[in-house]
């Protein structure tokens, strides 16, 4: 899918979000929902505040946190579990259909397309449930906090 049909899909559900629930569609919510379309990747409140304000747009913290609970409820985006307490997002149509390997210590992320397991879980019937798609969150150690940890016992070996 190109990004300006992305964008203007992502657009569309706000907008009815909103007019189902008459609430209104403002300047600031539409500012931070083009931040959010033009992420690459997955992003915090706070990396929203910086681009927002990069771009001379004033928002309060609590405007961007709320605004995010709205287009999470739209289904524009996904709260995303993380192991270093900061809350993350990503759009949510990016994450079809993707595993995710989270570092316990460092709290890195890593996104990988496994093929094999996507065939298994489209096949799998779930009772009263339509799977549309799915985020699997791995956790464990990275290469790097890994390693770190063997040159430490290694350290305190000699």
Do not use: W
């Amino acid at each position: 899918m190109n990004e300006e049909k992305r964008k203007s899909e992502a657009e569309s559900r706000l907008r009815q979000y909103l007019s189902e629930r008459h609430l209104r569609c403002t300047p600031e919510r539409l500012a931070i929902l083009g931040v959010v379309m033009d992420a690459r990747g997955p992003f915090t409140p706070a990396d929203l505040l910086t681009e927002l304000s990069g771009r001379d747009f004033r928002l309060s913290q609590a405007t961007v946190y709320n605004t995010l609970k709205l287009l999470e409820a739209a289904s524009v985006v996904r709260h995303r579990p993380s192991s270093g307490g900061v809350e993350t997002y990503e759009c949510a149509s990016r994450v079809d259909e993707h595993l995710t390997l989270v570092c316990s210590r460092c709290g890195r992320t890593r996104e990988l397309r496994d093929a094999e397991l996507t065939k298994l879980l489209k096949l799998r019937r779930y009772p009263s449930f339509v799977m549309s798609g799915f985020d699997l969150y791995i956790h464990g150690l990275c290469s790097r906090c890994r390693g770190v940890g063997r040159a430490r016992r290694t350290a305190k070996e000699k």
